[in-house]
Nanobody, 120 residues
Framework: QVQLVESGGGLTQPGESLRLSCAAS????????MAWYRQAPGKQRELVAT???????NYADSVKGRFAISRDNAKNTVYLQMNSLKPEDTAVYYCNANVIASPYGLGLYWGQGTQVTVSS
């Protein structure tokens, strides 16, 4: 089985920064793509950022210029550096990965989520 474990959430003030991490473990052969999603109370889960194994990134318009996604392929880990945080960034953040694992083949996996709260 493949597991994704997130860390790095918490409570912070507007304008501050946080860095989220998500480590994948299991019988992993490769991870073609990884992403971060978020879900605020009463809202649908939305895509925040994606990154391929080659480093190509994409961002939601709401976080462009403030958030940066990166990954360490050797550690099967994806990061989300969040700067200039706003109260509207408050949400549970979920890690997501397309993983090729033995003997399961290609599968889509989710982490358990980590709470980010931005409040003064």
């Amino acid at each position: 089985q493949v597991q994704l474990v997130e860390s790095g959430g918490g409570l912070t003030q507007p304008g501050e920064s946080l860095r989220l991490s998500c480590a994948a473990s299991g019988s992993i052969q490769s991870i073609p793509a990884m992403a971060w999603y978020r879900q605020a109370p009463g809202k649908q889960r939305e895509l925040v950022a994606t990154i391929t194994s080659g480093g190509t990134t994409n961002y939601a318009d709401s976080v462009k210029g403030r958030f940066a996604i990166s990954r360490d392929n050797a550690k099967n880990t994806v990061y989300l550096q969040m700067n200039s945080l706003k109260p509207e960034d408050t949400a549970v953040y979920y890690c997501n990965a397309n993983v090729i694992a033995s003997p399961y083949g290609l599968g889509l996996y989710w982490g358990q989520g980590t709470q980010v709260t931005v409040s003064s």
